[in-house]
């Protein structure tokens, strides 16, 4: 018999209990749990369209002509025009020869690293990337080998070492925890240079990063060419910016070919949904139509980093929605996280081993729904908790 209660009272014995709240409103800046409404920080719906008019519309219509599941994985029968269309749409947008539609970031990753790599191979990866990374590596069963945050002289050094092997490099394009961004250009740069992959996923950049809301692929003039030659595949998920749900894989024909026929997560998973696809699609076009959102969540940043700066709260040097508060302890993190929550301000402690020791945080998101009234509200508060 596994003895799980005591391991489950030695998680909340070192403060790593974790606990769902159910909310009774739709996701906005404020929400209603347990009865009260909160002035919410912590949603990845960081351009407000989780509940636009145009999604909600978009949903239903499809609803009522394609119904509700899609009965199948994309290879038996489930996939419908709603997700072929949505998928070049994606591509178009990218810049890709084509795009994968998946259910979850998670599920892509895994596909992607497990049907790219085997024990012959070599994965190098950021020591700050997502678990869904890291778990697609170990899948693979290629060699993994982790670099420093954000070193490139550190990264150049193990594609040297294990040249001759089929290389990936595998990176978040903006890290989750700390919200900054990786060097794509120089990562790019060595991939041309030693026959490698680089594997972007951009699940926090899509929608937010680039004049268009390409994401950290926008920060790139080669675009179109990297993906064409094999040098270049990105993830972006559909559940963050653009408020709906799922991800998808760009890449060049025979990148996405090769997922289509090897990778697990996809060939042995029902499809999404064919409305999530239609109100996915929407989203794209409202987020391309709407770019005032985009510009409106960028100043929004800017302001919070001034206003932190002006009231000596330190930040890590972020320059996106992600804005983390280190507080360096997990009861601490906590502590604050709730004296916050007892004002009406909901922002989320983020605790080791989630993040490394000693770095234990809070970590706010900004969306685009927020305006600079909100923002003044949260720091008042943060200057009290912080001092609790």
């Keep these: 018999m596994f003895d799980l209660s ?10 790593l209990y974790r606990s769902r709240m159910t909310s009774s409103s739709p996701q906005d800046v404020r929400v209603v749990i347990d009865g009260r409404e909160y002035l919410s920080f912590c949603s990845n719906d960081y351009l407000g369209l989780a509940a636009h008019p145009e999604l909600i519309h978009a949903m239903g219509e499809c609803v009522s002509g394609w119904g509700v599941g899609a009965g199948a994985s994309h290879l038996l029968a489930g996939h419908s025009e709603p997700h072929e269309e949505l998928e070049q749409a994606l591509a178009n947008f990218m ?60 990264l150049a050094r193990q594609l040297e070492a294990d040249n001759g092997a089929r290389q990936i490099i595998a990176s978040d394009g903006v890290f989750s925890m700390d919200g900054d961004l990786a060097p794509l250009a ?9 026959d490698a992959l680089c594997y972007i996923d951009d699940a926090h950049g899509f929608a937010v990063l ?37 991800a998808f894989v760009a890449g060049s024909e025979e990148m996405i070919e090769t997922l289509i026929q ?54 890590l040097a972020s320059t996106t929605p992600i804005q983390p508060i280190i507080i360096g302890d997990n009861d601490r993190a906590v502590a604050v996280a709730e004296t916050l929550k007892q004002q009406g301000l909901l922002v989320f402690a983020i605790r080791s081993p989630t993040v490394a020791a000693g ?13 600079e009234g909100d923002i003044d509200v949260l720091l008042d508060a943060l200057e009290d908790g912080a001092a609790a």
């Design 262 to 315: 090897q990778g697990r997560s996809y060939i042995y998973t029902t499809a999404l949904p064919p409305a999530v696809a239609a109100a996915s699609y929407a989203a794209l076009e409202v987020m391309m139509k709407e770019g005032w959102r985009r510009e409106k969540l960028g100043g929004l940043v800017e302001y919070f980093k001034t206003a932190c700066r002006q009231r000596n709260i330190p930040l």
């Design 186 to 194: 120089e990562m790019l740069e060595l991939s041309r240079e030693n």
């Design 210 to 246: 680039g004049e268009q809301g390409r994401g950290i692929v926008d920060t790139i003039d080669t675009r179109c060419k990297d993906y064409s030659e094999g040098h270049l595949l990105s993830m972006c998920t559909l559940g963050k910016a653009i408020g709906c749900f799922g």
């Design 95 to 154: 810049g890709a020869e084509r795009a994968l539609l998946f259910s979850t970031g998670y599920m892509a990753n895994l596909a992607v690293l497990t049907s790219l790599a085997g024990r012959a191979d070599v994965i190098h990866q950021d020591k700050l990337n997502h678990a869904s990374l890291i778990d697609g590596a170990l899948l693979s069963r290629a060699s993994l080998q982790r670099y420093p945050h954000l070193d490139m002289s550190a």
């Design 359 to 371: 770095s234990e945080r809070l970590r706010i998101t900004l969306s685009a729904t927020h305006d």
């Design 6 to 15: 005591s391991q489950l009272a030695a998680r909340k014995d070192a403060g």
